[in-house]
């Protein structure tokens, strides 16, 4: 059973992506009647006329509603009306750059589109770009409603787009979590296989008592069992994709039971290390830890908090963060990999697994959007989803889409438009973590069976760090997701495997188990 819950897991958490925005911010005011301005989400193209940086740079253009026309022609609109105005029109019938040449025809300063549909980023061909040279926007027309109501006649807009940060705050959370959680684990894994061979030492046996599994409750150690597990793996991401509406909620139910079994045992495994009194009691033939009972009752709440408001943007990813860091440090310590050949085959078919369902798929998909995406996003989930330099923000308010728990998510702090557009977050898959992670955890085990001072385990959290440094910067190089494995496994394999040639234990570190270990302790 846990190796099936095991696949459904793993099956949908490989992904690390980045939101890449075109948004900007409309600031209207009216002097005349004394009422504070407000702002409001925009989304443009820097493709045509560029927006000033900061509102103090940005032009003040008289707003002009004619909202009752598509500007499809320009039949209808006096350019005496509209002649250095931002004139605000409605959405469809024709293109963007048709409404643009016509409102610049006209003489208008700058153009507005109001949509009662998602807002994508306002395109052409490359060839029409050159024909406007006057700011084009979208807004969402509720917005313009508001406005209206608010304001009155008179408004004056500034069109302005601040430029966020390069390197977002953001993703030095994300790293810190990422390089902690996979030393956290590797430490625990190590730290359980010493009392593991400890205590075999202690019983005579001086080694692994007879019939006694792997530290680990589930071992990986026939490259056969491997391959089918990842086979299985894919073909429950496709699944996933043809029946999202259906298997999301049954992902979720096995998360939140998983999660809080796993917060379950970090808490638990804290607690046994500060020495805590469980505190035990019997109720007929039940005997009880007190401990455990608080404990139980503490992650079960937090993880049925988690399931009641997990589509709450503004607070609920704490939760979702925390509960996968446990997830995560638990799947490393229970999932058990008996040597670096079992290392080098799973990681290796996860890293072609992770580009094929991220680059390749999207050549065979209707929409055009990979696999690995869509699943990781959830196919309603418009406000995070980018296709190279374009964004989609809903224009009404929509329920909230059901997304997949598979990812960390921590808000882009240096996100200005994080009220007016919407919560912005920089993402990164679990798989991310727990497959290299399950490499650092059998490093750390490693460790333990030759007595070498945790240098495998501290130079595959090295290679790992180093992969996600490279992660990142490539990501903010491309301004598109990257499949963070194609960078994490070649780092920690290669590191690892360097390690064991220098010092000589290539064939033991190799076979894994299958070589006696040495003593634990000098003689």
Not at 490 to 512: C, D, N, Q, Y
Request: charge should be neutral; hydrophobic fraction near 50%; glycine fraction near 8%.
């Amino acid at each position: 059973m846990a190796k099936v819950v095991s696949v459904v897991i793993l099956s949908v958490i490989f992904l690390a992506s980045k939101i890449n925005c075109q948004e900007a911010v409309l600031h209207i005011s009216n002097v005349s009647n004394g009422t504070a301005s407000m702002e409001y989400c925009i989304v443009h193209n820097r493709s045509w006329t560029p927006l000033s940086e900061t509102l103090d740079a940005a032009v003040q253009y008289p707003l002009v509603n004619e909202t009752s026309t598509l500007l499809c022609d320009p039949s209808g609109v006096s350019p005496e009306v509209v002649r250095g105005k931002a004139l605000v029109v409605m959405r469809g019938d024709c293109q963007f750059s048709q409404k643009a040449v016509v409102a610049q025809g006209l003489g208008a300063a700058a153009l507005l589109i109001a949509s009662t549909d998602t807002l994508v980023t306002p395109s052409a061909n490359t060839s029409e770009y050159g024909k406007v040279h006057i700011p084009v926007a979208m807004m969402r027309y509720r917005d313009f409603l508001s406005a209206q109501q608010l304001f009155g006649e008179g408004m004056q807009a500034q069109l302005y787009a601040p430029v966020p940060l390069k390197v977002d705050p953001s993703i030095v959370v994300m790293l810190l979590i990422a390089i902690s959680t996979v030393a956290l684990g590797g430490l625990w894994s190590g730290s359980c296989e010493r009392d593991y061979w400890s205590t075999g030492a202690a019983g005579g046996g001086g080694g692994r008592a007879e019939g006694k599994a792997d530290s680990g409750d589930i071992s990986l150690y026939s490259p056969l069992k491997v391959v089918i597990f990842v086979a299985l793996i894919s073909g429950m991401l496709v699944l996933m994709y043809f029946f999202y509406n259906i298997l999301v909620y049954i992902i979720i139910a096995i998360f939140c039971i998983a999660s809080a079994t796993a917060l379950f045992s970090c808490l638990d495994a804290v607690m046994d290390k500060m020495g805590c009194y469980p505190g035990s009691f019997s109720i007929r033939s039940w005997n009880l830890s007190v401990r455990s009972l608080i404990l139980a009752a503490f992650c079960i709440t937090i993880a049925v908090v988690w399931g009641v408001y997990r589509n709450e943007d503004r607070w609920i990813w704490i939760l979702q963060d925390l509960l996968g860091i446990a997830f995560c440090l638990n799947f490393m310590k229970t999932i058990s990999l008996s040597n670096f050949k079992i290392c080098v085959i799973l990681l290796s078919l996860l890293l072609l697994y992770d580009v094929f369902f991220v680059f390749i798929t999207p050549f065979f998909t209707k929409d055009g959007e990979s696999i690995m995406v869509q699943v990781a996003l959830g196919p309603g989930a418009s406000g995070e989803k980018t296709q190279g330099n374009m964004v989609a923000v809903p224009a009404e308010p929509q329920a909230s889409s059901e997304k997949l728990p598979v990812v960390m998510r921590v808000p882009r702090f240096s996100a200005w438009a994080q009220n007016l557009c919407g919560m912005q977050f920089s993402i990164l898959g679990y798989g991310d973590i727990i497959v290299p992670g399950l490499l650092v955890a059998y490093c750390s085990k490693f460790d333990v069976w030759v007595n070498s001072s945790k240098i495998y385990f501290v130079s595959c959290c090295i290679a790992y760090l180093l992969g996600m440094i490279v992660t990142f910067a490539v990501m903010l190089l491309t301004g598109m997701g990257q499949p963070a494995l194609l960078y994490l496994v070649p780092f920690t394999l290669i590191t690892s495997a360097l390690v064991a040639v220098r010092r000589g234990e290539m064939k033991h570190f190799w076979a894994g188990t299958t070589y006696e270990r040495e003593e634990l302790t000098a003689p």
